[in-house]
């Protein structure tokens, strides 16, 4: 069975900062893997995913990700936080062997100080 | 804008009420699922449907229950509501297929429930 571990549950940055939040997955093969993101009281909205090709992905917002299979990370950075950062932010992890259902991490919360 | 939506966005009912929370999709996505998330906490898939007349039940158990008779439509349904079932449902959707078969979802804003 698949499974995502994202081991910060809460991340204190301030604005203008650089941002890192890990992600770790356990699947036998590439899964696809995504991350999304819920500003308080909303949906989840998507700002990047990895399927294939080239490890290094660009998002939304700034934000990117590399996928590093010898270490099954999937880790979101952004160079300059923004106050708007602020959010929960879910890893979540797809396999076509588990039928496309995703699997969700518990999710990183992200303070921005002024 | 959103292309799926969900009513009620707050629900306050009583115990022992029937509930009935909408979702409906403008995308013609073949896929819809259900999640419950609990304050700070991940989501858990509950219920889901590759098309219609198909729902399937997901990785957490769930007394709701679903149906899918029209493609953009797919309302959860809890019969009694209780205080366990207090929670944030989320709706999504995504393509069938795809060139890598990978589902890309689309979620709802949600809607959060709280039974007395």
Known sequence: AQSVTQPDIHITVSEGASLELRCNYSYGATPYLFWYVQSPGQGLQLLLKYFSGDTLVQGIKGFEAEFKRSQSSFNLRKPSVHWSDAAEYFCAVGAAAAGNKLTFGGGTRVLVKP | ?116
């Open chain 2, 1 to 116: 804008e959103a292309d799926i939506y969900q009513t009620p966005r707050y629900l306050v009912i009583g115990t022992g009420k029937k509930i009935t929370l909408e979702c409906s999709q403008t995308m013609g996505h073949d896929k819809m699922y259900w999640y419950q998330q609990d304050p700070g906490m991940e989501l858990h898939l509950i219920h889901y449907s590759y098309g219609v007349n198909s729902t399937e039940k997901g990785d957490l158990s769930s007394e709701s229950t679903v149906s899918r008779i029209r493609t953009e439509h797919f309302p959860l349904t809890l019969e009694s509501a209780r205080p366990s079932h207090t929670s944030q449902y989320l709706c999504a959707s995504s393509e069938l297929g795809g060139r890598t078969g990978a589902n890309v979802l689309t979620f709802g804003a949600g809607s959060r429930l709280t039974v007395l």
